[in-house]
């Protein structure tokens, strides 16, 4: 339960971070697209159960697939999408680090 909550803060804090060290004076609004991404998240409700603090999200639910992962990539070329790209990318980063300790 603990490195679930360490877990979902981290969701927030990296973000913020990013959005602070790369936007400066004009953090609020990246940092508000990039927590935002955490909707990813929904796609646990096709999976049963919801919540499996065991189960390594990435290439297990629609949106943390790898080729999601990879759209999100390419959507860092797109000035339009790149800070949805970013806050993505930084959900699976962190997802992906849980996985290490399901194993």
Request: charged share 15%; hydrophobic share 55%; proline share 7%.
């Amino acid at each position: 339960m603990e490195r679930s909550i360490i877990h979902i803060i981290l969701h927030f804090l990296v973000p913020f971070i990013v959005a602070k060290t790369v936007w400066r004076e004009l953090w609020l609004r990246p940092f508000i697209i990039m927590a935002l991404t955490f909707a990813v998240d929904f796609d646990h409700l096709l999976a049963e159960p919801v919540f499996d603090p065991n189960r390594c999200s990435l290439g297990f639910h629609p949106f943390h697939s790898w080729p999601a992962i990879g759209i999100y990539l390419v959507s860092l070329f797109s000035p339009r999408l790149r800070i949805i790209a970013i806050g993505l990318l930084i959900h699976m980063v962190l997802d992906g680090t849980d996985c290490f300790w399901t194993e």
